[in-house]
């Protein structure tokens, strides 16, 4: 005599998993456009925080450039004079922001900051250094990606970009 089984048939309870209350996927939705908003907002603010800098180095056609001697560094910046390019005389005081690779002594390719006495590096050292705070949301971004939205082939390719740029940064200066 067979037994009859109280288990429903694979397919049959395959069709049922895939049905969802309206509820959940009200929720699942709201799940996945929470983690996009997020996504968007690390690469904004990764973005913005960046373009401070990038735009004197991105946009430098017709800004100030020159040469910067560091004669000094403090905690957050190094200071010396600034050779520009073409006839205006040196100027003394120029700063820019301190990183471990600025050592005294050493002669950098600059841009001015309109109208302050800052200057950025320039050409392609300057451009990744700049660029810094996106790489860093571009490997935050792939967490939430990867993660909360589960696309796993779109968070590599976006921590791959992110890693790049932090690596470029850093062999360049």
Do not use: N
């Amino acid at each position: 005599m067979k037994r009859e089984s109280s288990r429903k048939p694979a397919s049959r309870r395959r069709k049922q998993e895939r049905k969802r209350k309206p509820s959940g996927l009200v929720v699942e939705h709201g799940r996945r456009a929470a983690m996009v908003l997020v996504a968007v907002l690390l690469l904004a603010a990764g973005v913005w925080s960046s373009w401070g800098t990038a735009q004197h180095v991105v946009l430098s056609k017709g800004r100030e450039h020159g040469t910067l001697t560091v004669e000094r560094c403090g905690a957050q910046t190094c200071t010396g004079p600034f050779d520009p390019e073409g006839s205006p005389g040196a100027r003394d005081g120029m700063t820019i922001g301190r990183s471990v690779a600025v050592a005294r002594g050493e002669r950098l390719d600059v841009v001015v900051k309109p109208g302050t006495d800052e200057v950025v590096r320039a050409g392609w050292p300057g451009a990744l250094h700049a660029w810094v705070p996106l790489g860093g949301a571009l490997l935050l971004a792939a967490l939430v990606i990867g993660g909360g939205l589960r696309l796993a082939r779109v968070a590599w390719g976006v921590a791959a970009a992110g890693g790049a740029l932090l690596l470029g940064a850093f062999f360049a200066l």
